[in-house]
């Protein structure tokens, strides 16, 4: 559309693996914010998240991408996984906008929990500078704490409500590791993946 700028929903995270919870969250997103597209953008390596060593980029990428293949307006960044080094949300922004063609309004979609930790950042208003974001609600963490400790009322700031699953990556692990069952909890082709190469089976 001529003078219209695309609207590109921006999905970040470890997905170590995918689920439900993601998905479901993106699509939310979506719908509530005529977005063109949500491009999922799986985090690099290396670097450590909660004194576990995180699943190699390449099986996160890929996993990412089996679950986001039947939705049209769905698709899987690379920039991430093949920078060295830690990323910054900000950098990432950044770099999506210049590889652009056309004008770009960019959403960073994250759940509440994450959108807390960004606030927490130094500088955080060079990353709200950066694109919109969209805090959804995620089971387990209060958005009523998150509208006190963020700048919720900030322009570049919305609170979207998202049906609650309370499915983590953590607890996806955990249930591999100790052989419960994770269908349903992430898409099947993630199931086959993760049993395939034989992920989550032995991380204390
Ligand atoms: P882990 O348990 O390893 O931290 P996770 O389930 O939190 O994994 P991440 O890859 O850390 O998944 O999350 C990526 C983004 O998705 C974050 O912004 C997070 O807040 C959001 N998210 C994850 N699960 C949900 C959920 N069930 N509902 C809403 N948002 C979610
Ligand atoms: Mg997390």
Redesign the pocket.
């Known amino acids: 559309m001529v003078g219209e700028s695309k609207r590109v929903g921006v ?6 693996p995918i ?1 439900h ?2 998905l ?2 993106a699509e939310a997103a979506l719908w509530a914010f005529r977005l063109d597209e949500v491009l999922f953008v799986p985090t690099g390596q290396p670097w450590m ?2 004194d576990r060593e995180v699943t190699p980029a390449e099986h996160r990428y890929l996993m990412t991408v089996i679950a986001t293949a039947s939705n049209p307006r769905f698709s899987v960044s690379r920039l991430e996984v093949d920078r060295r080094g830690p990323t910054f949300t900000v950098e990432t922004l950044q770099e999506l906008r210049r590889q652009a063609e056309d004008d770009i309004e960019l959403f960073f ?7 807390l930790e960004i606030f927490h950042w130094k500088d955080p208003e060079e990353v709200l500078s950066q694109a919109h974001f969209i805090a ?4 387990g963490y209060d958005i009523a704490r998150f509208e006190q400790e963020a700048p919720s009322r900030h322009p570049n700031v919305s609170v979207l409500d ?1 049906p609650a ?7 996806i692990r955990r249930r591999v590791r100790e052989g419960e069952p994770i269908r349903y909890l992430v898409p099947e082709g993630v199931e086959t993946y993760i049993r395939k190469v034989g992920l989550y089976q032995d991380q204390g």
């Open positions: 999905m970040g995270g470890t997905f170590d689920h919870g993601h479901v969250t998240k909660a979609i994250t759940g509440a929990d994450a959108m959804a609600t995620r089971p998202v699953l309370a499915i983590s990556s953590t607890d």
